[in-house]
């Protein structure tokens, strides 16, 4: 079976959000990859299993041939959907029974906040983390005040494993966070409710690279 390739998510990953229709989000992810988006994870927390089907079926037949997705939390869907792999909470179920479930060429990642989770992820098996918030965004202020660029740092530091950063990042804040060390950067809403997908993702795309 092919490695855990991290590497290969890119440095834009586009994040799901909830309340977009199944085909509008499924169309926003497909320009946004068009515009530099290098990898998707499904995410509809509160959606049914109905709904979600719905979004791993319709999302699997339209985007992209070669455009790497993962699935969040819903590892049934992962498994049956043809997903790369699973991305996870900071609290989730012991990641060696996660691994036997997926199989070794399924990569996992972990959402952590501080670098002691980092840490702790790593040590389970992570392949790879996403750490925030790193600034201020309102769909992550229920996990706390954002980190912030010396704290993402620390994180990024304390591990060996690829880490993205997530949380009010646009253009603005692309070359700061990849100054930090970071392998890229996570968006949802930057992304969800641009007048143009295309556009936006290139333009973080670029701030990136210019970073």
């Known amino acids: 079976m092919e490695p855990r390739r991290p590497e290969s998510l890119g440095p834009l990953l586009y994040v799901t959000p909830e309340e977009v229709p199944v ?16 990898a998707v994870i499904l995410r509809r927390k509160t959606s049914s299993w109905w709904e979600f089907s719905e979004l791993v079926r319709h999302f699997r037949d339209n985007v ?10 819903r590892m049934d ?3 049956d959907g043809g997903a790369m792999g ?17 199989g070794e060429g399924s990569l996992v990642g972990v959402s952590v906040h501080s670098p002691a989770a980092a840490q702790e992820a ?12 790193v600034f201020d965004t309102p769909s992550k202020r229920p996990f706390g005040p954002p980190l912030g660029l010396a704290r993402l740092g620390e994180i990024i530091r304390s591990v060996s494993v690829p880490v993205f950063a997530i949380g009010g990042i646009g253009p603005d804040e692309a070359p700061m966070v990849r100054a930090s ?11 969800s409710y641009a007048p143009d997908p295309v ?13």
């Not at 992209?64 to 939390?73: Q, T």
């Not at 060390?181 to 992304?191: F, I, T």
Request: net charge positive; hydrophobic share 50%.
């Open 64 to 73: 992209p041939r070669g455009l790497p997705w993962l699935v969040n939390r």
């Open 199 to 211: 556009a936006a993702a290139y333009a973080l795309r670029k701030a990136w690279t210019r970073g």
């Open 181 to 191: 060390g970071a392998s890229g950067m996570v968006v949802m809403g930057a992304l």
């Open 23 to 38: 085909r509008d989000l499924v169309r926003r992810a497909i320009e946004s990859a068009r515009g530099g988006v290098s």
């Open 122 to 133: 790593v040590r389970e098996g992570a392949d790879y983390l996403i750490a925030g918030p």
């Open 77 to 79: 869907f992962a498994m």
């Open 86 to 102: 699973l991305h996870l909470p900071e609290a989730h179920p012991p990641l060696s029974r996660i691994r036997q479930w997926m």
